[in-house]
């Protein structure tokens, strides 16, 4: 998208009057732009339209955490489509290494939005994606079916249609069989999930504010926004400490956490393909 016409959306669109293209470059997902302008800085991400959905989701992830007011994330100002393009809109933020300090406070601050009132079902009132994989939030009053139908086994369909890959499925049976045990005597209350929380989507400012950014949100069990936090590194026992201080572990969690790992080991087999499956499979053998 040419400089000019994000720069006319933000003088047209938020009242910029002096705007001035800092930097651009390329994503994983998107292209972005950054831009100082008299009413701040301001992070653009830019796609194809057909991804507007995509980027239009974010956007709501972030109002939705901003709006419990306990952990700091990009302000959302505004998602749309121009020339057949899609962009959103977001706060630039100065981000930095994550100390022993804003990790805990991360861990805290994760675990009062966890705490945060939520609605009473699970899921979401849109879907959006994990990556670029779509993310179904059908509203559902039981999350042991929630769980089980629009995470792993809609995952399951997709790499079986993607890959022709029908034996995944069948071996995942015993797991999902067993999911009134996984969950016997917990309450599940949803929680709103950052949903994708792996140690490339958090950092600090420069005060040593912990910060959040890429949701991919829904209302859900609060262990699910841990199992990440443990895939891939990035989270210190700081963190861990400072989050189990107000929500404590609940008999079980262990396991339960491998289960809502599988989701984005299945994702990431469906992404980047086959060198994930091997971690799938040793998830299901537990079972």
């Not at 009134?180 to 989507?201: I, T």
């Not at 469906?270 to 499979?281: E, K, M, P, Q, T």
Request: with cysteine.
């Amino acid at each position: 998208m040419p400089e000019t016409l994000i720069s006319d959306i933000l003088k047209e669109k938020l009242q910029c009057s002096q705007v001035r293209l800092r930097r651009s470059g390329t994503s994983a997902l998107n292209q972005f732009q950054v831009y100082d302008t008299d009413r701040g800085d301001f992070f653009v991400k830019i796609s194809a339209s057909r991804d507007f959905s995509m980027l239009e989701a974010e956007g709501k992830g972030l109002e939705l955490m901003e709006k419990t007011q306990t952990v700091r994330v990009p302000h959302s100002y505004l998602s749309g489509i121009k020339d057949s393009t899609a962009f959103l809109i977001i706060e630039f933020l100065d981000l930095r290494s994550h100390t022993s300090q804003s990790h805990e406070d991360l861990g805290r601050g994760l675990a009062q939005m966890h705490l945060h009132p939520g609605p009473e079902d699970y899921g979401l009132d849109h879907d959006n994606t994990i990556g670029l994989t779509p993310q179904v939030n059908t509203w559902t009053s039981s999350w042991i079916e929630f769980y089980r139908t629009y995470r792993l086994e809609f995952q399951l369909r997709m790499i079986e249609e993607k890959y022709s890959d029908t034996d995944l499925l069948e071996m995942a049976e015993p797991l999902l069989n067993r999911f009134p045990d996984l969950f016997a005597g917990l309450e599940v209350k949803p929680s709103l999930l950052h949903g994708d929380l792996w140690g490339g989507n958090t950092a600090a400012l420069a005060d040593g504010t912990p910060v959040v950014y890429d949701p991919a949100c829904y209302y859900g069990h609060h262990e699910a926004d841990l199992s990440m936090t443990g895939m891939f590194g990035g989270f210190s026992s700081y963190f861990f400490s400072a989050y189990h201080e107000l929500i404590p572990e609940s008999p079980g969690s262990a396991e339960r956490i491998k289960v809502y790992q599988l989701y984005h080991y299945l994702n990431h087999y469906l992404l980047f393909g086959s060198s994930y499956r091997s971690a799938c499979v040793d998830i299901m053998r537990r079972f």
